[in-house]
């Protein structure tokens, strides 16, 4: 279980946090893009932050206004991942450098303040979970999740295709509830 530094009496907290754990080891275990999606202030920061520092390789990185652009996206995964150096041929992009890294590692990555990417950021992630096989696990608000499921018409639905876990935090009590795969 994720220890976490609310007390016990924070129920909400602590439903919070069993969802999301669960969460990101279904994704983890089934190599899928997840989405956790919530209200601000419920402690979805510190749950992510706690699941990085309680899964093995795992990597979290929290988007800012100044990394939700492809062109300092992949510079910040791949400092994160020890990846600017490495493998590193002539010609080679920083986004080959990244993918060789991570390739069939399993690592989860951990993206917190996801609804602040840009579109191609996003388009970037999914690029990054095709070619590597690395789980991603996207947390954010609910306009996040509503972009994503705008993407879900049948001729353009590339994103959306690939979310294997969805969890919304704003549904019940219940551990299991909110939580579905798809």
Do not use: W
């Not at 093995?56 to 994160?80: C, F, M, Q, W």
């Amino acid at each position: 279980t994720l220890e976490l530094f609310y007390g016990d009496s924070n129920f909400h907290r602590e439903i919070v946090a069993q969802k999301m754990g669960l969460a990101a080891r279904l994704t983890r275990e089934n190599s899928v893009m997840g989405l956790i999606f919530g209200p601000t202030g419920i402690g979805k920061t510190r749950c992510a932050q706690a699941v990085q520092q309680t899964t093995v390789g795992s990597v979290y990185l929290r988007i800012d206004h100044e990394n939700r652009i492809p062109r300092t996206l992949i510079p910040a995964l791949a400092a994160k991942v020890e990846a600017l150096d490495y493998q590193r041929r002539a010609g080679d992009s920083l986004f080959r450098r990244l993918v060789a890294r991570l390739c069939d590692s399993g690592r989860l990555l951990l993206i917190d303040e996801a609804n602040l990417l840009s579109n191609n950021g996003l388009r970037i992630l999914r690029d990054l979970h095709d070619e590597t096989g690395c789980p991603i696990l996207l947390i954010g608000v609910k306009e996040l999740h509503d972009r994503i499921l705008a993407d879900a018409k049948p001729d353009s639905g590339q994103l959306f295709s690939r979310f294997g876990v969805v969890v919304n935090l704003a549904e019940g009590h219940d551990v299991s509830a909110g939580v579905s795969r798809c």
